[in-house]
Nanobody, 127 residues
Framework: QVQLVESGGGLAQAGGSLRLSCAAS????????MGWFRQAPGKERESVAG???????YYADSVKGRFTISRDNSKNTVSLQMNSLKPEDTAVYYC?????????????????????WGKGTLVTVSP
């Protein structure tokens, strides 16, 4: 079981920026697929961004050009830089991992593809 701990959520104004980080346990972090998902009140959890073991990145259309996902395998961390925030970005953001060794995805994986989850961090964007 991999433990994932998110940090960096909070309140931002529209047009502002926040940076989320996720610290992961596990000796083979570099082989994991890592993703960020979010869930707004009354809505289903959705994919925001993901990064494969090789560094391939995936983004939801709604965040392309505004959000950037990155990983630091030396520190077992994955980050999400969020710029030009909009009120509709308000949600609980979750870090997730697919720990299957060097899993390859043809397209962006969904929540059901992940097998480890953090507890989430709240991001609130005011108008």
């Amino acid at each position: 079981q991999v433990q994932l701990v998110e940090s960096g959520g909070g309140l931002a104004q529209a047009g502002g920026s926040l940076r989320l980080s996720c610290a992961a346990s596990g000796r083979t972090f570099s082989s994991y697929f890592m993703g960020w998902f979010r869930q707004a009140p009354g809505k289903e959890r959705e994919s925001v961004a993901g990064i494969s073991w090789s560094g391939t990145t995936y983004y939801a259309d709604s965040v392309k050009g505004r959000f950037t996902i990155s990983r630091d395998n030396s520190k077992n961390t994955v980050s999400l830089q969020m710029n030009s925030l909009k009120p509709e970005d308000t949600a609980v953001y979750y870090c997730a991992a697919d720990t299957e060794f060097r899993k390859y995805y043809v397209s962006a994986p969904g929540p059901r593809d992940m097998n480890n989850w953090g507890k989430g961090t709240l991001v609130t964007v005011s108008p």
